[in-house]
């Protein structure tokens, strides 16, 4: 009641004081009417920027475990192949085994290495989400959106399983040439530096949301493909794309294990250590 007699008499009372004050009645009868203008929007849940930025945590978080667990288990993979040439246990190895059986051996045991880590954080992650409450979950929960459909877990995996054989390949046959860790550095060095030099502008880019003509082109490189795939999968890409660039990826990787194949096979025995053009040379030959 209180409320409905302050509506009724405020604008009498505003009209009385601006009369007696030389405001003409019209005018002091127009003033109660003026009122502003206000719209109120409210966003979707999970859009604008903060929720882009939340959608590609797991992105970004794969593209990092991918890159990082690389370097770790291409290492492993390396040190032991070079150990094995430099402790003659080749030569025994290779009269159980082929020298292809060899190669894919030691491939699927790196591959098997990857899929085990991505698995094991992707489990703690939903345990995180599912098991606890408040603002952790809150946030975590969200973050697992680009994974809420099996098209999206067979994206990543496909993409960090392609991405794990491509690399791993260079480091197999890298193994392959060199006779100590410190001929193996020598080639190693530059491949590491080629991988890792975009990635840092790559997840700034992710991570303000823009995507620019260098993602794009990097989305087409096959060496880069894997890594820009999964950082961009939180902030959308389109379905031709995604296709596309994983088309691209498999032919690529078909046409390095057998051109690295080569090198593997001719360079498994061989003592002395060699050139770029040599190794070329290796991979042209047919076998």
């Known amino acids: ?53 939340i959608r590609s945590i797991l992105p970004l978080a794969c593209a990092y475990v991918l890159l990082m667990s690389l370097m770790l288990s291409g290492s492993w993979m390396l040190q032991g192949t070079v150990e094995e040439r430099g ?26 290495v990857g899929l085990s880590m991505i698995l094991t954080w992707v489990a703690c992650g939903a345990f995180a989400a599912y098991a606890t409450h408040g603002a952790i979950a809150d946030v975590i929960r ?15 995996l496909y993409f960090f399983l392609a991405g794990y054989l491509m690399v791993s390949m260079i480091f197999l046959a ?20 080629l991988i890792m030099m975009p990635f840092t502008l790559l997840m700034q880019a992710v991570l303000r949301g823009s995507g620019g003509v260098a993602v ?3 989305t087409w490189i096959p060496l880069y493909t894997p890594f820009t795939v999964l950082a961009r999968l939180g902030s959308g890409m389109p379905a031709w794309e995604v296709i596309g660039s994983g088309t691209v990826l498999a032919l690529f990787v078909l046409v390095e294990i057998m051109l690295l194949g080569r090198v593997f096979r001719a360079s498994l025995l061989g003592e002395a250590r060699l050139s770029l053009p040599e190794i070329v040379k290796l991979m042209r030959q047919p076998g």
């Not at 009209?15 to 005018?27: H, I, Y």
Request: net charge neutral; proline share 9%.
């Open 174 to 193: 890298i193994g392959a040439v060199s006779n100590s860790m410190r001929d193996a550095q020598g080639y190693l060095m530059p491949v590491i530096l």
């Open 87 to 112: 402790n003659k246990l080749l030569e025994t190895v290779l009269a159980c085994v082929s020298p292809n059986e060899l190669m894919y051996g030691k491939l699927v045991g790196t591959v098997a």
């Open 142 to 156: 969200p973050a697992l959106d680009p994974v809420s459909s099996l098209g999206s877990v067979l994206t990543i």
């Open 1 to 53: 009641m209180m409320a409905l007699l302050q509506s009724v008499l405020t604008p009498h009372l505003r009209s009385r004081f601006l009369t007696g004050n030389g405001v003409p009645p019209a005018t002091a009868a127009t003033v109660n009417t003026i009122a502003p203008v206000i719209q109120v929007t409210s966003p979707p849940p999970g859009g604008g920027r903060e929720g882009v930025l």
């Open 216 to 218: 794009e082109v990097l």
